[in-house]
């Protein structure tokens, strides 16, 4: 019987939103992408790498890959010599964009208190 419990718990995780969505694009580069992305599309992998300069080609591949597995970017290749390649968001990233809005500008309101916590907390 606990057995049981256990694999009905483990179900409920694994299909949980806030695990398998938002912890997906939650990732300390994913938001960016979708952000800049959004004010610049569709554009060019070169020129994403250009406006978010301290991210790794490596990271920035990986990302936009899970950003398309998800259905948040939308990846075309254009058959030219050399290839082109553009990234745009799809209707379901466009709607992500006034949440990370929110988020930012909730961070930035909040950003001096929870800095001010974060020093009390390192002085215990």
């Known amino acids: ?69 998800d259905g948040l970017v939308e990846r075309k290749l254009y058959q030219e010599v050399p290839p082109r390649v553009e990234y745009s968001l799809t209707a379901t990233g466009r709607s992500l964009v006034p949440l990370i809005g929110q988020l930012t500008e909730w961070a930035q309101a909040n950003m001096k208190t929870i800095m001010e916590h974060r020093e009390a907390a390192e002085q215990n």
């Open 1 to 69: 019987m606990m057995m049981r419990k256990k694999t009905q718990l483990n179900s409920i995780i694994e299909i949980c939103p806030v695990r398998n969505v938002i912890a997906r694009f939650g990732n300390k580069w994913a938001l960016l992408v979708i952000l800049v992305i959004g004010e610049n599309d569709p554009i060019r992998y070169n020129q994403l790498g250009k406006l978010i300069p301290d991210i790794s080609s490596r990271v920035l591949t990986s990302t936009l890959r899970t950003l398309e597995a």
